[in-house]
C-alpha cells in the first residue's frame, strides 16, 4: 500500500502563484510515474499533468506554459508549480502515483480557488 499526503492548496487572486506538493509513504514500492488532476464542481475529473521518470513530462493544453510537474525520485515525491492562476483553474487538486507494479493511487484532494 501507499499513502499519499497533499498539501499546498488555498486561495488566490487571478494571477498569483501556488505550489501543490505530494509525498508518497509505504513500504517496498518504486514509483513509476506521477501525475496530478482536477476535478470542479460538476465536472469530470481531468489530468492536468504527469511525469514518468524525470524527465519525461506532459500537460493539458489548458496549463501549459503556466504549471510546471516535477518529481523528487529519491524522496518519492512530487509537485505542481502554478503560475499565473486563472478562476477556471478553480477545482479539487488530487495527486495520483503509477507504481512499479502498475497499482494506482490517489491522494485526498486539495482545494485550490482562484478569484478574480
Given at each position: 500500500?501507499?499513502?499519499?499526503?497533499?498539501?499546498?492548496?488555498?486561495?488566490?487572486?487571478?494571477?498569483?502563484?501556488?505550489?501543490l506538493?505530494?509525498?508518497?509513504?509505504?513500504?517496498?514500492?518504486?514509483?513509476?510515474?506521477?501525475?496530478?488532476?482536477?476535478?470542479?464542481?460538476?465536472?469530470?475529473?481531468?489530468?492536468?499533468?504527469?511525469?514518468?521518470?524525470?524527465?519525461?513530462?506532459?500537460?493539458?493544453?489548458?496549463?501549459?506554459?503556466?504549471?510546471?510537474?516535477?518529481?523528487?525520485?529519491?524522496?518519492?515525491?512530487?509537485?505542481?508549480?502554478?503560475?499565473?492562476?486563472?478562476?477556471?483553474?478553480?477545482?479539487?487538486?488530487?495527486?495520483?502515483?503509477?507504481?512499479?507494479?502498475?497499482?494506482?493511487?490517489?491522494?485526498?484532494?486539495?482545494?485550490?480557488?482562484?478569484?478574480s
Amino acid at each position: 500500500q501507499v499513502q499519499l499526503v497533499e498539501s499546498g492548496g488555498g486561495s488566490v487572486q487571478a494571477g498569483e502563484s501556488l505550489r501543490l506538493s505530494c509525498a508518497a509513504s509505504g513500504r517496498g514500492f518504486v514509483l513509476k510515474a506521477m501525475g496530478w488532476y482536477r476535478q470542479a464542481p460538476g465536472k469530470q475529473r481531468e489530468s492536468v499533468a504527469s511525469i514518468t521518470g524525470s524527465t519525461s513530462t506532459n500537460y493539458a493544453d489548458s496549463v501549459k506554459g503556466r504549471f510546471t510537474i516535477s518529481r523528487d525520485n529519491a524522496k518519492n515525491s512530487g509537485a505542481l508549480q502554478m503560475n499565473s492562476l486563472k478562476p477556471e483553474d478553480t477545482a479539487v487538486y488530487y495527486c495520483m502515483v503509477v507504481t512499479s507494479l502498475n497499482d494506482n493511487y490517489w491522494g485526498q484532494g486539495t482545494q485550490v480557488t482562484v478569484s478574480s
